[in-house]
């Protein structure tokens, strides 16, 4: 740490700003860095200490989700909330964004961290609290105007995540809907049951899922596993059984990665030439991880073909925003999460109350640029009018002014003074995209 704190004054001394290498990457956006003004911390990988008794874990930032839930299983406990890609690293969580099924119950990502260690643009260490206790030199201020701001106000360097319990199994339940409404509605009445995991895909717009999960000591349906080669896709198996409101019961560490395998459903545009079968998966099983998928999309830059992303709408909003995509893209299947809104990160906020809608959009997209371009804006300009916001890891084609619009700019700004990082990157530095084209 006191190496890394060093560089990061030696810039500051120099007035110079920096960006931050971690190794790896889950963003869809091409590396963008001059390699002699990085801070590497690309090291920071280890788990430090877990706390059975209080349910909590000490980790640095690049620590990813499979080595996490791995260790954190020997004592039967697993984080409150596991993005589904087991490269997802927990500082990656915090300061990119992350929710996944828990989120119902738990929120995103950063509502499960107690504390973290940050350097800020002087060199200084300083302890960031999610409350004001005696633990924390609290800055809560900066503990939750971090999240989400890719790393733009400091490098973190420590995390205190906490866990819960965890059973040896999740028994998940198929519930089939044959319209939009019909997912929403059950993701909104099934928030308040006793569910530990909740989603929906549909698969058209009279097609679709909702899988809710519990977790179980003792398993009593078939037992299905999603992580080894010969298993099947998750979402090909819950297109095969939805329609039978069926049960089965899947290995705690299959359900929390079971989009691993294909990359929810993205890898499968991998087959053009070739059949796409159970055994062609069985045979290109190898390369169709999400580590494997995210290194190929980076080294052959062709990203623009498919439409990957991410979308926060309130659920006031949603069935608007799935009518829009339907008659707009006819991009499917499409994955709907619930997510508790309460964060208290600016970078967070949407004009609802109880629950947001993650809306997972990841499709084809076009081989022209200008066209990628235009259905990029049409989606942003949709999800700015229902009072959304979009994931940051994937494409961004809003102006600087539209982009501070949505997230306000005052209170980072704030926080860049108050804190000394004026100097380094923004986050709309690291985001916009090189080809702009002006909002109609």
Sequence with gaps: ?????????????????????????????????????????????????INEE????????????????????????????????????????????????????FGFFDRTVDWCDMILASGEVVRLGAKDDQSTSAKIDLFHGSVGTLGTLGVFVLFQVRLRKASKYVELHYTSVTRMQSAIDFLRQDVHKAYDFLEAILFSKNE???????????????????????DPWFYLHVIENGGFNKRFTVPIFDYLFRYDRGAFW?????????????????????????????????????????????????????ERCLTYLDENFKIYPLWLCPIRADSKAPMHQVNGKDLIINVGVWGRGTAKLDEFIEKNRML??????????????????????????????KWYDDLREKYGASNLPTIYDKIKATETIAMN
């Design 54 to 105: 209080e349910q909590w874990a000490i980790v640095e930032p690049n620590v990813p989700m499979d080595k996490l839930v791995c260790t954190t299983l020997k004592q039967n406990l697993i984080p409150l909330v596991v993005p589904e890609f087991p490269g997802i690293t927990v500082g990656g969580s915090f300061a990119g964004t992350a929710a996944e099924s828990s989120s119902f119950k």
């Design 1 to 49: 740490m006191a190496e890394i704190a060093a560089t990061v004054k030696s810039f500051h001394d120099h007035k110079e700003a920096f960006r931050i290498y971690h190794g790896s990457t889950n963003s869809t956006r091409p590396p963008n860095f001059n390699r002699s003004k990085i801070v590497d911390t690309s090291h920071l990988t280890n788990i430090l200490h």
């Design 380 to 409: 942003e300009k949709m999800v700015h009018e229902l009072g959304g916001w979009k994931w940051l890891y994937a494409h961004v084609y809003y102006s600087e002014d539209e982009f501070w619009q949505i997230h306000g700019r």
């Design 266 to 318: 993205m890898g499968s545009y991998a087959f053009k030439r070739i059949p796409f079968n159970r055994l062609t998966r069985l045979l290109l099983n190898h390369s169709l991880n999400t580590r494997k998928l995210y290194k190929a999309l980076h080294s052959n830059n062709r990203i623009q073909k498919y439409m990957i992303q991410d979308l926060a709408i309130p659920e006031n909003a949603v």
């Design 208 to 230: 679709g899922v909702v899988v809710s999960g519990v977790m179980v000591e003792h398993a009593q349906n078939e037992i299905v596993h999603f992580t080894r080669a010969q």
